[in-house]
């Protein structure tokens, strides 16, 4: 199986920061790299697929980027209702395994 | 609009069996493959298993294989997720997901049913 491993586990950030999420896949995929949040109670919603292709009605403030091994997800600037946990999951072979999860909180 | 309607929160005791339904509508059914996830209490998601209705070809997690039996009836556009004999260890909300696949590096999931929560406990 691929391990993917998020960066950091959890972080504090205030409304307006500009935040950034890793996920480090163990081996080479491509861009083969979905990003999934979810908020408690929840079921996951997809933002971002293919590393960098922003899924429908996500708002612009969502990005992605990467390739290989290496992945980003970046939130331009903060809002109230991006508190969640972000998920990053590996597309490129079976089993389509998740990172263990970053809880973005409120500082 | 697309939808996947899980069945209701169920509370079992260890060794019963179970079988929770994901209904799918608002999309041909049998066209796309529909994965089942784990999250534990508190936990991340677990990626199970996958099933394509159209002709019931499934693929395991090597961590649930032999676990759980993931079954689909396409005349009724629904999948499912069965147990034999739970353990208070399958306690966890399950989520469907329908694969969605444009090609390349396009694969993704997308969307989740609401979740069922299985409750195992004596």
């Known amino acids: 199986d691929i391990q993917m491993t998020q960066s950091p586990s959890s972080l504090s950030a205030s409304v307006g920061d500009r935040v950034t999420i890793t996920c480090r896949a163990s081996?080479?995929?491509?861009?083969?790299l979905n990003w999934y949040q979810q908020k408690p109670g929840k079921a996951p919603v997809l933002l971002i697929y293919a590393a960098s292709v922003l899924q429908n009605g996500v708002p612009s403030r969502f990005s992605g980027s990467g390739s290989g091994t290496d992945f980003t997800l970046t939130i331009s600037s903060l809002q109230l209702e991006d508190f969640a946990t972000y998920y990053c999951?590996?597309?490129?072979?079976?089993?389509?395994?998740f990172g263990q999860g970053t809880t973005v909180e409120i500082k | 609009e697309v939808q996947l309607v899980q069945s209701g929160a169920e509370v079992k005791k260890p060794g019963e069996s179970l079988k929770i339904s994901c209904k799918g509508s608002?999309?041909?059914?049998?066209?796309?493959?529909i994965a089942w996830v784990r999250q534990m209490p508190g936990k991340g998601l677990e990626w199970m298993g996958i099933?394509?209705?159209?002709?019931?070809?499934?693929r395991y997690s090597p961590s649930f294989q032999g676990q759980v039996t993931i079954s689909a009836d396409k005349s009724i556009t629904t999948a499912y997720l069965q147990w034999s004999s739970l353990k208070a260890s399958d306690t966890a909300i399950y989520y469907c997901?329908?694969?969605?696949?444009?090609?390349?590096?396009?694969?993704?999931?997308?969307?989740w049913g609401q979740g069922t929560l299985v409750t195992v406990s004596s």
């Open positions: 999951q590996q597309s490129y072979s079976t089993p389509r395994t």
């Open positions: 608002g999309y041909s059914f049998s066209s796309y493959w």
């Open positions: 081996q080479t995929i491509s861009s083969y």
């Open positions: 099933i394509y209705p159209s002709d019931s070809d499934t």
């Open positions: 997901a329908r694969r969605v696949s444009d090609g390349g590096s396009g694969l993704r999931f997308d969307p």
